[in-house]
Structures are given as C-alpha cells and as structure tokens.
C-alpha cells in the first residue's frame, strides 16, 4: 500500500477542516469478503463517498467540499515567499472524516435522496452497515429489522440485471430476505468466469435457505 497525499477540504456545513487520506495504490493482500459485497482489506483501505464531518456530525459527499489546501504534496509548501508556514500548520486543527453509522443513513434517506447514483450507494452502505454486527458470529442470528428489509427492497430495485455484478448482488439481497426462488432463479443464469465462485458460494448458502451474510472464502 502507497498511501497519497492529505487532502484538505472545508466543511459545508461549519467552515471547519476535514483531512480526507488519499490512495496511490492498495492490493487485497489479508482482505475479508463477504457475500453483500463489502471487502475488508487492510492494505485497500475504505475511502467512503458520503462522510460525517468530525466537527459538526454533517453528513456530506467528501468530493463536493472545497479543497482548500493539501499535506504531502506539492502543495504542502510554504504558501508565499515571505511565509514558513506550511499546511500542515495552517490545517493543524483537520482531522479525518468518519463513516457514518446504520442510524445516520436512516435519517439521510428518510430527508430523502434525490440523484439515483447517490441512493444507491447510501442504501448499499446502509445494507453493509446493518450487516456489520452479524459479521460477528455472536450476532449473526440476528434477523434484519423493518428499516433493513425496506432498504433492500428499494436497493434491488436500483440494480441492472444485465449487469454480473448488480445480478449477483441482487441474487443475495433476495437471499438475505429470504426470497430464496428469486434468488435461484438469478443464481442460474449465465455469469463471467470471474464471477462464477462468488455465484458457487452464494447459490449453495440459497439452497441450503441460509439468510445472513457470510464470508467467502475463495479457493
């Protein structure tokens, strides 16, 4: 993993400084997958679309706030020939965004999300959120709430058939609501080769009519 440069955005909320860590490249070296489509991989840190200002708790989509200045690169010089101050001393007070919780994306969706593309990612990250404690095998019994099955219902109604990847995601969401002939029926179709052990792995837990997530352990 290279980590690049801290870019340093404002808040569109508060005006205050948040430092959003860049990537120059990662590799799924040690990574965790599971069936809903969240990876776990600490040498590709997750770098989510839409953050919690660590200031003022705004949720907000990270590449619409100014960037105002940047920690590593070649903007970290002193800003004019008569100053020694760097960004890094000017954004001292920066710090990094959070990941909003299952409880944030619930009230952001209920205020209502307009642009499809956005939706989709906010009910995919709800749906990745719901699923976190049951991740856990403690918590994996734990059935999914009104607010998770609606969330599916509506997220499956965004994805593409035609496409491998939204197919077999929307195989699993119906697997995870039980709808385990829905599924199947998706399952069976024709996938890329590349896809065809994520479909094995999943198809397999629908005819077995097991609901919760799962890791997947490729071979």
């Known amino acids: 993993m290279i980590p690049g440069p801290t870019e340093i955005r404002e808040c569109s909320s508060c005006r205050k400084h948040i430092a959003q860590n860049t990537l120059i490249s990662g590799n799924n070296y040690g990574a965790v997958f599971w069936t809903d489509g969240k990876t776990d991989a600490p040498m590709l840190p997750d770098q989510p679309w839409l953050v919690k200002c660590p200031h003022c708790g705004a949720l907000l989509w990270i590449d619409e706030q100014t960037q105002v200045g940047e920690i590593g690169g070649f903007d970290s010089e002193p800003n004019d020939l ?103 029926k998706l399952l069976a179709a024709k996938f890329a080769k590349q896809r065809k052990e994520a479909v094995s792995i999943i198809r397999d837990l629908n005819q077995k009519r097991i609901t919760v997530v799962e890791e997947m352990k490729f071979k």
Do not use: C
């Open 82 to 184: 008569d100053s020694e101050t760097t960004d890094a001393e000017r954004f001292a007070d920066a710090s990094p965004a959070l990941t909003p919780t299952l409880e944030d994306y619930v009230g952001f969706l209920k205020a209502g999300v307009h642009d499809k593309q956005k939706e989709r990612y906010v009910r995919l990250r709800a749906w990745w959120a719901g699923n976190d404690p049951r991740r856990e095998s403690s918590y994996q019994s734990t059935p999914l709430d009104s607010f998770e099955i609606e969330n599916l219902r509506v997220f499956i109604t965004l994805l593409n058939e035609t496409d491998d990847g939204d197919r077999l995601m929307k195989a699993e969401a119906l697997r995870e609501l039980g709808e385990f002939a829905a599924a199947e």
